[in-house]
């Protein structure tokens, strides 16, 4: 049983796919609503939504192109120690919803899914390989906890986002009339 459902639809641009639902999130019901993440901040900052959206808003992300999803869905979490990441779902969804890029919102989930495809471990931004025909990503955690980590060379969490929004581009029609 999932702590929370997959967000998905039809013609998807990204992906998002996390670790694990933080504590907090799964209390709330709704992904990335642990204080101080700023996924969505991120997004609007970045044009990949129009407004700032919350998490109590997590089920509009398919009219804009966007999806949610985690490599570990049966648990919650406030660590990445010990967790079963489930990879052979995430080729399934991939392959049945055939996003343009999956972007994994932690290195961590990068490493994990990179290591059980066979690929070496990605470093922030785009990776070399692909699954099920989708690009993959890796950005650094919108966490509240990875504020001052080191950005791979770069100087903010942000520029990685931008980068991903400016390879992803706007749809050119709502995603509900695709």
Same mark, same amino acid.
């Given at each position: 049983?999932?702590?929370?459902?997959?967000?998905?639809?039809?013609?998807?641009?990204? &992906?998002?796919?996390?670790?694990?639902?933080?504590?907090?999130?799964?209390?709330?019901?709704? !992904? !990335?609503?642990?204080?101080?993440? *700023?996924?969505?901040?991120?997004?609007?900052?970045?044009? &990949?939504?129009?407004?700032?959206?919350?998490? *109590?808003?997590?089920?509009? &992300?398919?009219?804009?192109?966007?999806?949610?999803?985690?490599?570990?869905?049966?648990?919650?979490?406030?660590? *990445?120690?010990?967790?079963?990441?489930?990879?052979?779902?995430?080729?399934?969804?991939?392959?049945? !919803?055939?996003?343009?890029?999956?972007?994994?919102?932690?290195?961590?989930?990068?490493?994990?899914?990179?290591?059980? &495809?066979?690929?070496?471990?990605?470093?922030?931004?785009?990776?070399?390989?692909?699954?099920?025909?989708?690009?993959?990503?890796?950005?650094?955690?919108?966490?509240?906890?990875?504020?001052?980590?080191?950005? *791979?060379?770069?100087?903010?969490?942000?520029?990685?986002?931008?980068?991903?929004?400016?390879?992803?581009?706007?749809?050119?029609?709502?995603?509900?009339?695709?």
């Amino acid at each position: 049983m999932s702590v929370l459902p997959d967000i998905l639809g039809p013609s998807l641009r990204i &992906l998002f796919c996390g670790t694990a639902v933080g504590e907090r999130s799964a209390q709330r019901g709704h !992904y !990335y609503a642990g204080p101080g993440n *700023d996924f969505w901040r991120l997004l609007h900052d970045t044009g &990949l939504t129009p407004g700032l959206l919350s998490p *109590d808003d997590d089920l509009t &992300l398919p009219t804009f192109g966007l999806g949610l999803s985690d490599l570990v869905q049966d648990v919650a979490q406030s660590h *990445d120690r010990g967790l079963s990441f489930d990879v052979p779902s995430l080729v399934e969804k991939l392959a049945l !919803y055939e996003p343009e890029w999956v972007a994994f919102t932690s290195k961590r989930a990068g490493k994990a899914a990179a290591h059980a &495809l066979g690929h070496r471990p990605p470093a922030l931004g785009p990776a070399s390989w692909s699954i099920a025909e989708c690009k993959v990503f890796v950005l650094p955690s919108p966490s509240g906890a990875n504020r001052r980590a080191s950005y *791979d060379g770069r100087a903010t969490r942000l520029s990685w986002w931008q980068e991903l929004a400016d390879l992803a581009g706007q749809p050119t029609t709502p995603a509900s009339t695709r």
